[in-house]
């Protein structure tokens, strides 16, 4: 069993930042594909950033160049930070563990078996 718990959500004005962290097991650090999913209200969950086990990463096209995701080794966690936010990055964010096969990690949800609660992220204009 894979255990995530998400942080770092909060309210923000547009343009603004945040910064996220996903605390997991050493073990699932090192080993799944993670990644980053939001969801608003009435649409389906989506995939915003995932990292596979060497650092290769996958973005959604509408956070390309604005959010970075990252793991960090030491601290055992998945982090995700967003620069230049918008009102349509206001869901709710959550960290997901999966299986890695051979490097490819896709931002598709259901390949995703371990997630966390989640932790708000609104953006206001």
């Known amino acids: 069993l894979v255990q995530l718990v998400e942080s770092g959500g909060g309210s923000v004005q547009a343009g603004g930042s945040l910064r996220l962290s996903c605390s997991a097991s050493?073990?699932?650090?090192?080993?799944?594909?993670m990644g980053w999913f939001r969801q608003a209200p009435g649409k389906e969950r989506e995939g915003v950033a995932v990292?596979?086990?060497?650092?290769?990463?996958n973005y959604a096209d509408s956070v390309k160049g604005r959010f970075t995701i990252s793991r960090d080794y030491d601290q055992n966690t998945l982090n995700l930070e967003m620069y230049s936010l918008k009102s349509e990055d206001t869901a709710m964010y959550y960290c997901?563990?999966?299986?890695?096969?051979?490097?490819?990690?896709?931002?598709?949800?259901?390949?995703?078996?371990?997630w966390g609660h989640g932790t708000q992220v609104t953006v206001s204009s």
């Open positions: 997901a563990a999966g299986l890695d096969y051979g490097g490819l990690c896709r931002r598709n949800k259901d390949e995703y078996v371990y």
């Open positions: 050493a073990y699932a650090i090192k080993t799944y594909c």
């Open positions: 990292v596979n086990t060497v650092g290769s990463e």
